[in-house]
């Protein structure tokens, strides 16, 4: 997070005494010099973004949905063919609220969206992605990872993708925010302009990069990984993913299902059947006793 702000700068030691008065999971990590009319919104140039998942996230729709699962050898890769077809610039009016078909303000441009590989903790395996833009929407971020979860798993196909950049409204459902951070704002162009000119600084992490990250994968993270072990937040949220469609809009009210749909009303229908089934049972052995 980058705030600007009118500060002592002068005052001796400031970050180390701000972060006296700080709790342990806020911590400030620098504070530099910028230009008078400097605004840490207005001029940054890109977003860096991570989205911690557990990568039984990427399973197939086919396999009963476990914590124990693991990737296979070309999950990753294929994962990052679907986010691939996200990067450059496209209209993202599906992928937030209150925005119609190919409306200028939902153009937005991707530079970067990537998984890395797989490593465990907690019992469980993960996955970071790492997504750079230059702005973001609302719920822009957990609806490009939905879509992508619900292609890799099977419930649609990547062609989808192509389809929600043009003029049809479509369902997308928002992934878990759980697992979205921050991870960076960038000012290339305040640090081309004024990084050298022998007052200022460039704004980058460079110089506590190594405290920023311990910070990170101690606190954020961690709090992350034990949330979603005591909540299942992507465990459930992935129970409900087969009642998405992917279709537009108009086409939803013609009472059409999925086979993944279909699938599930039917056995939602016959676990009901057995129920009333046992309870009805249940009453004709009590009648009986009472008769006799």
Not at 73 to 101: A, Q, R, W
Not at 193 to 202: I, L, N, Q, V
Not at 220 to 242: N, Y
């Amino acid at each position: 997070m980058v705030v600007s702000l009118k500060l002592p700068i002068d005052e001796p030691d400031m970050v180390s005494k701000m972060n006296e008065l700080l709790p342990l999971d806020i911590r400030l990590n620098s504070a530099v010099r910028v230009t008078k009319n400097f605004n840490c919104k207005s001029a940054a140039d890109a977003r860096t973004y991570l989205y911690l998942t557990p990568t039984f996230a990427f399973s197939p729709c086919t396999e009963v949905i476990s914590e124990s699962w693991r990737c296979e050898k070309d999950t990753i890769k294929n994962v990052n063919e679907v986010l691939k077809m996200y990067c450059g610039s496209h209209y993202y009016h599906n992928y937030t609220s209150g925005k119609i078909p190919l409306e200028p303000s939902s153009r937005r441009h991707i530079y970067e969206f990537v998984c890395g590989e797989p490593f465990e903790k907690d019992g469980l395996e993960w996955c970071l992605i790492k997504i750079k833009g230059q702005s973001f929407m609302i719920h822009q971020i957990r609806k490009m990872v939905a879509m992508t979860l619900a292609i890799v798993r099977g419930h649609t196909n990547v062609s989808k993708i192509e389809e929600t950049f043009g003029t049809k409204q479509i369902d997308i459902p928002r992934a878990p925010g759980l697992g979205l951070v921050l991870e960076q704002v960038h000012f290339d162009r305040y640090n081309k302009r004024y990084g050298s000119d022998g007052m200022h600084e460039t704004l980058s992490w460079e110089k506590v990069e190594d405290q920023v990250n311990a910070f990170r994968d101690d606190i954020v993270f961690s709090d992350i990984m034990s949330t979603e072990v005591a909540t299942k937040s992507m465990l459930e949220w992935m129970s409900v993913l087969p009642m998405h469609r992917f279709m537009p809009r108009h086409f939803e009210e013609e009472g059409e299902t999925s086979p993944l749909e279909q699938a599930n009303l039917y056995m939602k229908k016959d676990r009901k059947e057995k129920r009333d089934a046992a309870a009805a049972a249940e009453l004709n052995a009590a009648g009986s006793a009472d008769e006799s």
